[in-house]
C-alpha cells in the first residue's frame, strides 16, 4: 500500500552557480512562492535556501490556524482565497494537510468588544464568509466547556463564530508544499545559508551562500521573523518590524473535548483540540526583540491563568510542552509584500507578525505572479511598504500605535 | 443629617471593637479577636506626601533627613521616608497626626491615592512569599528597606519594617486606592494557613514605635553601582 | 501479595491503610504506596492500553517517564499513577479502552501497524475528499488517551511561592544534599529541591556498603538528616523542577501531603547560582515486544521491593548493561525472587564484586548477551535472549524481564538552561560541553557512580556555587578538587540500542507507539534530523515527554546513518519537564480589579457593573439597557454619574509648561487660571490617543485629566516622550485619590447650590471655568462646568475618601428634583446626540485628529515644542483619501443601526462608530467613519449591518451635533 | 529565558516588571525640513539588530523610571557595553 520509502523532496540537488530567481527562507511563504512559480508561471529553475531544515522556523512554530474573519477589505480576501486553498492543495499535493475546519470562536467579554467583532463580521459577510455573532447562551450550547460564569476577571458576553474556520497541520503543509515543488523541479537546499545579496545599477544581481555563489535576476527575502534584519544587514533596507518571540504549548492528548479553536483578546489566549488530542494554547507576544526562540516562565503561568478562567475544566489537565518561534510585527498587524522598489529584482514578504500561517498559500500564490511578471497584482497592493510613510496604516487591529510594540 | 465621614476603601469582615474619629476618618483602634498574628491592618487614613525636586538634597522635610540612595528608607520618629529615586521620596506619617502639608510647590498630598497596609507577625514574610517575586528578606539589606514591584501582580511599594526569626517580621505596601479590594482578599487569602487576620491600629502602633529610630539602611552596594553608572532617569 | 513488611529501606508504613475504588472494587493499600503499587501489590499487570496499537502496558518505571501506567483518578485523566500518592477513597480507572486494560476489543489494531507507516495519515484518507471528515472523525475518536467532562471542576488548593535563594540544588540524592551543606556553610540561603517525597536519591533503597561501617540508604538517611538540620537550608521535597530559564530562574511544583493546606503548588525560584544533581535514569532496551507488562527497569524492579515491600515476579530474567543491574538481581534474589539468567550486554568491565556475588548465589550469567524478543499477549510468559551479534539464541520462562541498555544523565535542567550538549563516548552520556554562567554539576550525572566520589562532586560544586554569590572558597574547593581527583571517575557506558532485530514491534517510544521500523522508514524518507524525525513520527511527544526515546532516538539515526558519519545530536527538551497542571501552573489566580470608591453604592442602587479596562464600572441602573429613563431625567432633571476612573494628574516643576506643550496638541501656554482648557494628545502618526482638559494651578502648576483608558499610561508616556530633553518636571498621578461625580442636567445648579459653599451663578462659575470650594462646609472640592452629556453639568472632584458622603449628601439635595443615577452606556447616548466623540469608539488606530474633525485644537505654529503627532497632521493635512467622521440619521427614525455595521458601495466605505435610537430627538442617530469623499453633507449612507439577508439600511450625513447646536442648554 | 533588566533606581529585575521602549534613536528631529521618508524613518523603522544593541526601557511595574541598557537579541542577556563579547 505504501510502496518504497522515497525521499519526499527528492534526493539533494546540486547547488547550481546562476537560478532565474533565489527564495531565501524554506518556511513556508518561500516554498509555496516556490511552487507556485513553477506550477503555474512554469519558472522552475529555482532555488529555495535555508539555513536550517525545511519549516524550522515560523511554518514549525505557529497556532496552526486558520481563518479569514480579519478586519479590513484589503485583507479578508487575501485570507479568504488561503482559506478556500487548503483543500484543493491536498488533492494538488497528494499529501493529506489535515484541514478540520472545525470553526473559530473569538470569545468577546464586553458590549463595546462585540460592537467592535460586528464590524468584522459585517467585513466578512460582506465578503460572503461565514462569520456571526453569538450571545452567551448560544456559545455555552455550541461549546459547552467555556464558562460564561460573571465571576471571572472578564466575564464572557458572546463570540463571533467563525465556522469555515479551523486548524491545519502545519508540518504536513511544508511536507506538502516541499514535495509539490520538488516535483516541478523547484531545488530545495537545506543546510544552506545565503550571506550577501548583490546588486548593480539598482539591480539584484547575485546572492552569496556559505555553499558558493549563485547569479541570479530575482531574490525574494521570505525568511519570517529573520528578514528585516537580513535586509537591513545585505540591502541597508530599515523596515517597521520588531522581532518578537510568541510561545505556545500544548497539554497531554485528550479524547475529544473542545470542538471549536477558542480565542480571546482580552486573555491573550486561544485553545484548540488538536486532532492527536492535545489542547494546543497560546497568544500573545513577549514585548521585546529578541531572536532566542526561548519560552518563559511568566508566560505559561499566564497562559494557565487565563484558561483557568473561560476553559475552567482544563485545570484538571497538564501542560506538556512550550516552545516560542519568532513573530515579525508590524505597527498595524499587517505584512509587508513589496517588489521592485526601491531595487529590481528584489521582493520581500514579511512583517506577518502571528498571521503567517493562515495566509501563506494564497501569498505565495500571488507572489508568485508578481515574481513572475514584475508587475504587483491588485491583491498585494495594499501591502506595499510606502504605506508607512504615508500615515496609512491598515487598520488590521483597531488599537491606538504607541511607540511600543505590546499596545 | 448624618455626620460627614470619610471611609477607607477597606472594610474587614470583623467585629470593630475601638474606634476613634480623626481628621473624619473613623479609625479602627482594635478588633475583637485579633488572635496572635500575623495581622494586617489597614493604615489608608495615614497622611503621605510626595515630595519630588530636582534637588532633593536641599529638603529637610519636618526637619529629617532624606536617605540619599533609591531603596533606602528612614523611620525616624514617627515618620518614614522612603527614597523613590534621584528626583522623589515618600514621606508617611506613620505613628503620629502629620502637619500641615509644607507650602513649597515640590509636595503633594497623595494620603488618597494609595492603600496602605501593614503586614507582620509570625509568618508575615511567608505570607508575601506567596504574593510577590520580590525579595523582600534580603540579608543583604538592613530594615527598614524599600521595594518598588509587582505584590499580587499589582505595582506597589513595599518596606521591610522587621525581618525577624525564620519568617517572622513585617512589612508596609501601598498600590492604587481602586485595587484596595483586591489586595486585601489576596492577602487574607495568602494569610488563610498561618492564621492571618486584621488588626486595628493599635496592635500596628505597638509593633512599629518598637522599630522606629533605629538607623536605616544607606547600604544597597548593588543599587549604587548602577546610580553612578547611568546617564539616564 | 504479600509485602516485604521488615526492610529497613521501606518508604510505606504497613500498618496504615489506604484504600482506592478500581472496576467497582476495593483495594487496599498501605500509607506510602503510590497508586500504582498498590494496584500491583493485588495482582494488577495491565494498567493502561496504549495510544495507537492499544498494546497492553504495565509498571516499567517508577518515576513516571512513559504513560504506560496513566489512569484516570477521581476523573482526572492522564495520572501517571506510578508516581501519585494514594489517598484514601480515590477512584481510578483505566483509559483509552473499550473493555478494560486487561480485556480491550481495540486490541486488533496490534495487527495492522503494517497500514501505520510513519507518517501514514500524511498520506492516506483525502482521496476522496469526502472521506476526510469522516476519517477525521474517526481520527479524533482514537486519539487521546484520557477523557475529561467539559464540566469538569478541579478541586483542592492550589497554590504558588516565590521563593528567594543564594544556591538553588536540583536534585536530593548524595551529590545534592552534599552541595546544599557546603554552599550553606558560607550562611548563604539554600534551596533543596527533589522530585521524590524523600531525601537520598539512588542511595535510598540500597543495601550495599557505602564504607565499613554503613550502607548506602544508611548514608542518605545521615545526609538527609543533617540537610534539614541545617536552618539556612530549605528543602523542598516531592517537589518536581519544570523549568529552568537564563539568569538561574527555576521553576518547579510541590505535591501537597496530607499534612499540606495545599495540593499542589508552583514554585518560582530566582536564584543567583545552581547545581544540577539530577542524576540518571535508565536507558530503555529496544527489542521486541519490549514494552510487555512484566518487562521493567533495573531501578523500579528494585524499588518495588525496597521501597514499597513488593516482590515485582517470581521467576525473573535480566538483560542489563550496567553494574546496579548485577547489584539489583543478587538483593532481590536476597529477596525472594528466582532468576533464570542474568544477561549483559557487556563483553567485560564488570564489577567483580557482583559477578562473583551472582556465582555465590548460582545465577546463571550471560556476558554480551541480550533479550531480543518477549514473548506472551497480556504479559511476559518467555523471553528469547541472544547475543549481540545475533548468532546464538536461547528462551527462558519467566515472569518477569527487568532490562536496561545502560544509564542516562537526566540534562533536562541544564538544556533548558542553555547548555549545549555532546556525545561523551566514554560515558555514552549527553554531557555539557559548556556549562551556562552560575551553573554547575555533580553526582551521578556526570557519569560518576562510586558513592564518594559523587559526595566529592557535589561538595565542589556546591562551594562553587557559594564562590558565584561572592564568597570566597577557593581554599575548601582546591581541597574537594584533589579528593575527587583521587576517587575513581565516571565509568564507562554501554552503547547498544537495540537487540538484533527489524524492529517491527520493539518500541523506541511507548507513549506514541513509535517503532525502530519507524525511524527507519523515517529517515528513508528524508527526514534526516532528530529533530525532524520527532516532528514526523511523534516519538517523543507524548505524557513521557521525551523520558523513553530522549537517548535513545540520537542514538540510533547517528547509527543508521553511520555511514555519513553523523554524530548523534539530542533532540530539544522542552518544559515543562514533568507534565504540570494547569491548575498547578493558575496557583492562587487572584482577579484583580480596581473599583471606585462609589462602588458600593452603585451597587446598592441598581447598578449593572461591567469591567472596562483596569476598573468595574456601572454601566446600567435598570434592566432596561436603552437606558430610556436614565437619559430622559439627565435632560429634564438632573443625573448623578460616578466618572471617578477619570485619569488625573498634576504636573508641576520649571519645565511643566514645556511638556504639556510636547504632549498636547493645544496651545498649553494660553491655559489662563479658573478656566479649563479641552485638548489632546496624539501619537507620531497624528492619530489621537487621549483627549481631557487642563487646569492651571499656579506657575508651572496644572491639573490635568485623561481618559480611563489612558490613565496608567499617562505619567510613562510624558516621560517617554521628553526622555531626551532633560526637562525639570514632575508627575503626580491623583487617578485614585480623586473621585469624580458628574451632576448633569438643568437641575444641576439647583441641587448642587443646596450644598455647595459657593456661588454658582453663571456669572460667577460660567461654562468651561474651573473653582475651588467646599461642600457642607467641611468637602473640598475642584469643579469643572463642562458639557460632556450636553446640560448644565458639573465635574467634581474629591478626596477618594469623602465620596460616598458627598454622594449621599448630593442625592439627598437633589430629590425634590427628581436626581437619579446614570451610566456609562446613558452618558454614552446622551453625549452622541451631542456629537462628543469618545476615543476608541469613534476612533481608532489609523483616524488622527483631523479625521474626527479636531482640527482646531491643534496650534500649528510651535514648531520648537516638537509637538507629538504635529509632524504627521501636517503631512496628511491635504491628503483626500482618509476617514472622516460624519454625523447621520436614519431614514427611520425607529431603527438604529447596530454598532460596528459597515457602510457600503460596491465595496465598503466605513463603519458606524456608534448609533442608538434618539428618545431625546426621537430620531435614530449615530456617527460614522467614511471614506472622506463620502462625507458632504446630505450624503446617503448605505448601511450593511450583521445578517441583514441583502436589505441595507439607509442613512443620511447630517450637521452636528444633532442636539442642542447652539450649546445653550450647556451654558445656560 | 527570563530576561532580567537592570532598572538604576531598583537594581535587576524580571524583565516583565518593564515596558520596551524601542531601540535608541536618538533625540527628536526637528520639524523644519523633515519629509516623509525621514519622518517615517525616525518613527517607524528599526535595525532589528541580530546582536548587541542600545534600547530604552521603562520600569512600569516599580520606579517607572525610563532609562537605556545595552542587551543581545541573540541572548536576551544584558550585556554592560556595546563592544562586548557575544
Redesign the interface.
Known sequence: MFGRFKPLWGKKPQLKSSYDAVIIGGGLHGLATAYFLAKEHGMNNIAILEKRYIGFGGAGRNTAIVRANQRTQENVPLYKEALDLWPILTKELDYNLMFNNCGNLNLMHSEAAMNTARMNVCTAQFHGIKSHLLDAKQLKELEPAINISPDITYPIHGAMFHPPGGVVRHDAVVWGLAKGAARYGVHIHQQTEATAIHTKNGKITGVDTNRGRIHTPRVLVSAGGYSAGMINKMLGIRLPISVLTIQAMVTQPLKPVLNHVVSSGMYHAYANQTLKGEIATGAHMDPWPNYTTLTTAHYIKHQAEALSDFLPFLRGVKFMRTWAGLADMTPDMAPIIDGNDPIDGFYMNCGWGYFGFKSCTATGRYLAKFMAGGQCPDMLKPFTLRRYEKHRLMGETAALVSYSADN | MKEIQRQSPVQFKADAQKIAMRDNWPVVLEYSNEGRGPFVVDLTHKAKWDLQDKNLATHKPLGLDIPTLPGACAFQKSVLINRLNRTQCAIWHLLADAPALPGEPGYTDVTESTVLLALFGPNALAIAEKLTALDLMDPQKQTPFLLQGPFSHLPCQVVTLERGHGFDGGLLLTCSRGYARSMVHAILDAGAEFGLRPAGEQRFSAWASGLSGKPGSAQAPSVMHLVTTRENL | MNRLTKLPTLRIDPSENRSLQYKGQTYQGVAGDTVATALYANGVRVFARSLKYHRPRGLYSLDGECSNTCMQVDDIPNVRTENTLLKNGMQVKDQNVKGSAEFDWMGFMDKLDCLMPAGFYYRTMHKPASLWPIAMKQVRNAAGLGKIAPDFRMKGDYTEIYPRAAVCVIGGGAAGMTAALAAAESGLRVVLLDARPWLGGCFDYRVSAYDQEKALYQRARELAKAVEATPNIRVFKHTAVVGVYNNNLITAFQVGGESDSFNERYLEIRATSVVVATGCIERPLLFENNERPGIMQVGCAHRLARTYGLLPGNQAVFSIGHDLGLEAAADLFDLGLQIACVADIRADGQDPQLLLALTKRNIPFLRGWVACEAHGSRQVEKVTLSTIDGSAKRQFGCDLLVASAGLTPITGPLTLAQAKLKYDMHTGYFLPVDLPAKTHIAGRLTGLQHALAIEASGRLAGLNAAADCGFDTAKSAAEAGQQLNALPGPERGTRLVSAPVKGRKSFICFDEDTTLKNIKQAIEMGFDVPELIKRFTSAGTGPGQGGIPGHNLPLLVSEYQARTGAKPIPTTVRPPLVPTFIATYAGANHDMCKRTPLHDLQKKAGGVFRRMGVWRRARYFSEDFSCREEILNVRNNVGLLDASTLGKFRIHGPDALKALQRVYVSNMAKVAEGRVKYSAMCNDDGCVIDDGVVVKLAENDYYFTTSTGRAGETVEWIRFHTRYDGWDFHLVNLTDAMGVINISGPNACKVLAKVADTDLANEAFPFSSYREFTIRKKIPVRAMRLGFVGELSYELHADASYMPALWQIIEEAGQEFGIRNFGVEAQNVLRLEKCHIILGQESEQRTNLLDLGLGFLWHRNKPDAKTVGAVALRQTEKDPGRFRLVGFKMEDPQRPPRDGSIIVDQRIRGYVCTARKSFTLNESVGLALVDAELAALGTRLEIFEDECNGKRLDARIVPMPFYDPQGERMKM | ????I????????????F????EDK???P???G?T??S???Y????????GI?KE?W???????????IFRN?????EVEEPEAKL
Do not use: I
Open positions: 529565558m527570563a530576561l532580567t537592570s532598572c538604576p533606581n531598583c537594581g535587576k529585575r524580571n524583565g516583565y516588571e515596558r520596551y521602549g524601542g536618538g533625540p527628536r526637528a520639524e523644519e523633515l516623509p521618508q519622518w517615517c524613518d518613527v517607524h523603522m528599526n535595525n532589528c539588530v541580530a544593541q530604552w521603562c520600569h512600569k511595574n516599580g520606579c517607572g523610571a525610563w532609562f537605556t537579541t541573540l541572548t536576551n542577556l
